[in-house]
């Protein structure tokens, strides 16, 4: 089993190198494949940008194989070279931009398929803002103003991005359309990281994390941990 890595936007500068370089060290080191999903900024024709500016980030920390690989809807998402390419990555990161039709892409995909066997193979899946969200059991369509079903590789949870700008307005309303599921705000240049989520995560970057639970708010900082689920802290019996 790999990591999990969800940032809450402004992925590619600044404090994010910590999380990155520490990413980077937990799929293998400098010379592992890295493979970025632009599909996020298609819908305004961006992400042939976004891709070179994550290719462009992860060089500069030192990454020696990194490429942004077409997919940028539901049908290239079940291109064999595609998959292939998703397949021997040890480290996936998904960009931000539009998180339905992100989900929408991915979802039943062959590429989905890929990149849970590589997460099963040890690689690190990592996202950002609409990256983010939809690897959760639920995410906010702003779009539509709605909630939709996320890819679940997070369950019993949903992201707000951009926590420190607007997503923290976000939290009222999600409270109570998902009064059982865990709502984590991500700060830009802020990420948390997990082998497991139910196991301990690892706040890196400029911000904080926030969790909101049915109970409380709390807030976790650079370099401190946290429990997506309060039954999480307690010993098995």
């Known amino acids: ?62 990454a020696a194989d990194v490429a942004a690989v077409p997919l940028i809807d539901r049908s290239s998402a079940d291109d064999p070279g595609v998959v292939r390419e998703l397949a021997r990555a040890g480290l996936i990161y998904l960009l931000g931009g539009f998180p339905r039709h992100l989900g929408q892409s991915l979802g039943g995909s062959r590429s989905w398929q890929s990149i849970l066997s590589a997460l099963g193979s040890g690689a690190v899946i990592a996202g950002s803002s609409a990256g983010a969200m939809v690897l959760c059991e639920f995410y906010f369509d702003p779009a539509g103003s709605r909630v939709e079903k996320g890819l679940n590789l997070v369950p019993g949870a949903c992201i707000l991005p951009h926590h420190n700008t607007f997503g923290r307005t976000w939290a009222p309303q999600l409270k109570k359309q998902l009064s059982l599921t865990i709502l984590l705000g991500i700060d830009e240049q802020t990420a948390c990281i997990a082998a497991d989520p139910a196991k301990r995560w690892r706040v890196y970057g400029q911000g904080q994390v926030t969790r909101y639970s049915k109970d409380c708010t709390e807030e976790f900082g650079p370099t401190e941990t946290f429990f997506l689920f309060q039954a999480d802290r307690q010993p098995p019996p």
């Open 1 to 62: 089993m790999g990591f999990i890595l969800l940032a809450g936007g402004a992925e590619f500068g600044g404090q994010m190198a910590a999380a990155d370089r520490q990413a980077i060290a937990l799929a293998g080191g400098a010379d592992v494949p890295i493979r970025i999903i632009p599909a996020a900024a298609a819908p305004d024709n961006n992400h042939r940008q976004a891709g070179q500016n994550g290719v462009n980030w992860f060089r500069n920390l030192g």
